[in-house]
């Protein structure tokens, strides 16, 4: 099977890593890939949201199956193009990635459903959702920009005053150009938050092992947002209790509701939720895999990736009897580029990566990163390496992933300390 895999971070190199142990894979690509991707795959020099030279690659080339990893060639309407010429695809159509790619479609969605998650309310104009403000008590509320905004649309507002300052940037300054023609604003909800990801097919729903991000730059959660600076698998934090009703009240009408509408959801369902004091609450959805999540939960996985990704694109997931763990903890340190998530600097040449590779346990999947005219790794991007690692317990996992951290340097580069300790 030949298989292509689109988009450029840390999560597709740990897919093209996977992907490529499959017994029943014979040449794996990646479009465009990063300087990982160019050792485990062949890189193509296409970019993730050419959505024509994507289509004809996969046509002229007999591609098997098309992994899409990020959500933006997903809302544009990759997968609808590809199904249109009959080819097989892992991810789901744009009106399915509205999920991910409009947060008043989502919000809407969930309320008709009667799925948890924060009280909110919708607006398109200013001066409504000032009069909404002026009518609220002084509390901590949540602006959002409706449509992508690169992870940076959403703001956590301590009181009214910040409240009104974000719909402010949204609204009317266009802070995200058109993402921002509607915001929601909404109740801010406490407790730890869990990266719940599922594999679908329309009707089957095939959940993965628990994972937690780390979306603070610094330790100790401080510092501002960011894609994410590491991740663990399993989360303890999620039981099998809090799980089941994850699945019950989240995950099922969630699906079925997406079918009802007649926008089927296949791919990866990615529900990010907060363990609130009165259960479980959906904070988003995103529509395929987390970066980093992705790294530590393909690195537990024991099944053919290639063989589930397959079964879910071609809508036989019931036929598979489910996904095997392998039960060591796995732990994700991201390193990034100096001045990361602001304006960074790039093109350093990167030393210790194979060093690192050599940590027993330790595997470094490349993000941004890409190759200069020396021949030499450099870093390319905010978050450059997912340094990721197993171990017996958590603790073991994390060692090994730091002491493989260690090893590589680059001018600027750095990581979070503390990943993982929300578990420990
Ligand atoms: P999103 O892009 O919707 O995941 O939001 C990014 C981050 O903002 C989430 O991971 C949470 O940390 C935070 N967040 C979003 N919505 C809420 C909410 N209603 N209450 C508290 N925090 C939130
Ligand atoms: N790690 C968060 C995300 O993938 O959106």
Not at 14 to 42: F, M
Request: aromatic share 6%; proline share 5%; glycine share 10%.
């Amino acid at each position: 099977m030949k298989i292509l895999v689109v988009g450029s971070g840390g999560r597709e190199h740990a897919l093209v890593w996977k992907l490529v142990q499959s017994p029943l894979v014979t040449k794996v690509y990646c479009a465009p890939g990063n300087a990982g991707t160019a050792i485990d795959a062949e890189n193509l020099n296409i970019a993730a949201d050419d959505v024509h030279r994507l289509v004809k690659f996969v046509r002229e080339n007999h591609i098997d199956l098309t992994v899409v990893g990020p959500e933006a060639p997903l809302v544009a309407g990759l997968t609808d193009e590809l199904r249109r010429h009959g080819l097989a695809v892992f991810g789901p159509s744009a009106a399915a990635a509205r999920l991910e790619g409009s947060k008043v479609f989502t919000k809407k969605l969930l309320k008709k459903a009667n799925i948890p998650t924060a009280a909110f309310s919708v607006f398109s104009r200013v001066p409504e959702a000032m009069q909404y403000l002026d009518d609220c008590e002084e509390q901590p509320l949540v602006v959002k920009a409706d449509g992508l905004a690169a992870g940076k649309g959403v703001f956590v507002c301590a009181n009214l005053a910040e409240a009104r300052t974000a719909v402010r940037a949204i609204l009317q300054e266009r802070a995200f150009g058109d993402a921002g023609s509607q915001v929601v604003i909404e109740e801010c909800l406490v407790g730890q938050e869990a990266s719940i990801l599922a594999i679908v097919d329309g009707d089957t729903i095939m959940p993965l092992d628990v994972a937690q991000d780390h979306k603070r730059a610094h330790d100790n959660d401080k510092g501002p947002n960011t894609g994410g600076m590491g991740a663990y698998c399993p989360a303890p934090v999620v039981t099998t209790e809090i799980m089941d009703e994850i699945v019950r009240r989240i995950l099922i009408p969630t699906v079925h509701t997406m079918k009802v509408e007649g926008c089927t959801f296949s791919g990866v369902l990615y529900a990010g939720i907060m363990l609130t004091s009165h259960g479980p609450k959906v904070l988003e959805f995103n529509v395929r895999f987390g970066d980093p999540e992705a790294q530590p939960v393909l690195m537990r996985m024991k099944s053919d990736l290639a063989q589930v990704l397959l079964m879910a694109a071609t809508g036989k997931l019931s036929e598979l009897e489910g996904i095997e763990w392998d039960p060591r903890p796995a732990v994700c340190v991201v390193m990034a580029s100096e001045g990361y998530p602001g304006d960074y600097t790039k093109g350093h040449p990167i030393s210790g990566i194979s060093e690192a590779d050599k940590v027993p346990g330790a595997k470094v999947f490349h993000a941004g990163t890409t190759i200069n005219k020396f021949g030499e790794v450099v870093n390319a991007g905010g978050r450059v390496l997912g340094v990721t690692a197993m171990g017996d317990t958590i603790a073991d996992a994390k060692r090994a992933a730091y002491e493989a951290v260690d090893k590589i340097s680059w001018q600027g580069g750095w990581c979070r300390r503390d990943i993982s300790d929300k578990a420990q």
